[in-house]
């Protein structure tokens, strides 16, 4: 009877973690939780951001996740990345969670829409969101004042203020209206919505926390799963209670042709593949056959337009910058003592920091890389100069007058008024003097008859 209560004990104690197994449950895990994929956006918003998130988030759906973490620190970026980013969130069958983390991060700009599109919204201690108006790749937008706010009934075609352009308005309300939309689709604080695009305004985490804007704040991913548990989210087109306390974490990594696109769109890598391309075909076309620099040149200036094309890129700036490139080369090629360098020099300085639209968080070159290309650009242009004003001081190389400057060693000896060889430049000349010389007297070279010198004493 001994042995069957040992039995009776071990089955006992065996039965919940059996259930816990058959279940899929690991025991201290809730039942349900599941697989949560965290996905991270870090830096600027742009298509390489955009494809990520996409690509991810269809690989989370087909792995079998309950939610997504979309973990975001931006200062903003491109509004049309960021709507194709919104459209994938609202399109996902699954929840997504959006985390601004960790201390110190941000969701401005374009981040401020993405966090008001997660069914969650949650930000760690020390972050700050806002600062959505929308800049215009033509030139900056006017920030209006309070007094610009249309009265209700209004036309946004006929703005009040008497120093804003219908242009700029349109914009301003067509974000206006979209971040409302999807304030009012997340039952989040529209009024802030608009003041955050119409105001630039911003909130810390508690305050925003406070206001209605974000559903709590989280010290890491862990709080925020066991925060979000329970809540009741809309996932499309049907309802979803949370699961998530206790759930496993899954990192989705860009994939290889995500971090292609986001090395290339980077506009200091963008604008280096430019300049790459183009003096690769220059130098293949002043040395014809070289092969490599046409290659290169060419598949550099490819790579670096098609990311010209997925940048805010000010094409103003783009055509003073070749511009003075080809000013730069006409110098090279056909010196004009610096006035086609200097204008080129100055073309292609003012293009450069014109070529990308600075004002878009994120998508400025790095005037750095300026400062050295046009320092390196203003040093070759000095040397040509140099050079230039050398060549004109320095004495002729070729023709009678040239001659008239050498001096040459006799081979044999010459009698008065007769003729000898001499070796002059590495040359045998025939030489006639009116003096009498031995071989190897020094002579120099006074005037020229045909072939024919007549030297002196040197």
């Known amino acids: 009877m001994h042995w069957l209560r040992l039995a009776w004990l071990g089955l006992v104690l065996a039965l919940p973690m059996s259930l816990a197994f058959a279940t899929g449950v690991a025991p201290g895990r809730t039942p349900g939780a599941g697989m949560v994929a965290q996905i991270a956006l870090d830096g600027p918003i742009g298509p390489a951001a955009a494809e990520y998130f996409d690509d991810a988030s269809q690989r989370a759906v087909a792995d079998g996740a309950v939610a997504i973490v979309l973990r975001l620190d931006t200062p903003g970026g491109l509004a049309e990345s960021m709507r194709q980013i919104i459209a994938s969130m609202l399109a996902c069958k699954l929840p997504v969670l959006v985390y601004v983390a960790p201390a110190g991060a941000r969701a401005a700009s374009a981040g401020t829409y993405i966090l008001y599109a997660g069914q969650i919204a949650a930000m760690a201690p020390a972050t700050h969101l806002g600062a959505a108006t929308p800049v215009q790749l033509g030139g900056a937008t006017p920030m209006p004042d309070a007094a610009d706010k249309p009265a209700v009934g209004a036309s946004a075609e006929h703005p009040s203020a008497s120093g804003a352009d219908a242009e700029s308005h349109k914009v301003l309300n067509d974000s206006i209206a979209y971040l409302r939309s999807l304030a ?146 006409a110098e090279a090629v056909n010196p004009s003592v610096g006035a086609l360098g200097a204008g080129g020099l100055v073309s292609f300085v003012i293009g450069s920091v014109m070529l990308m639209k600075t004002g878009v968080p994120g998508y400025g070159v790095d005037l750095g890389v300026i400062v050295g290309l046009a320092t390196g650009a203003a040093a070759l242009l000095a040397l040509i100069v140099w050079l230039v004003f050398r060549s004109r001081r320095a004495h002729q190389v070729n023709g009678d007058d040239a001659m008239l400057t050498e001096f040459g060693e006799l081979l044999e000896s010459v009698s008065a008024g007769g003729e000898a060889w001499a070796m002059l430049r590495g040359e045998r000349w025939r030489v006639r003097c009116d003096n009498a010389l031995p071989a190897g007297a020094r002579v120099r070279v006074e005037r020229r008859e045909g072939l024919l010198l007549w030297v002196v004493p040197a």
């Open 184 to 329: 009012q689709l997340r039952g989040r604080n529209a009024a802030w919505a608009e003041q955050a695009v119409r105001g630039a305004a911003t909130l810390t985490a508690s305050e925003a926390a406070q206001q209605q804007v974000i559903d709590f704040v989280a010290t890491d991913v862990a709080d925020l799963l066991a925060k979000a548990d329970g809540r009741h989210v809309q996932a499309g087109d049907r309802g979803i209670t949370l699961r998530l306390k206790g759930a496993s974490v899954r990192d989705y990594a860009p994939g290889a042709r995500t971090r292609f696109l986001a090395i290339i769109t980077s506009p200091t890598i963008a604008y280096l593949l430019l300049l790459g391309g183009i003096f690769g075909l220059l130098l293949e076309a002043l040395h014809p056959g070289a092969m490599l620099p046409g290659i290169v040149g060419g598949i550099c200036l490819l790579i670096g337009l098609y990311a010209l094309q997925l940048l805010p890129v000010n094409y103003a700036g783009l055509a003073l910058m070749a511009l003075g490139v080809a000013l730069l080369v």
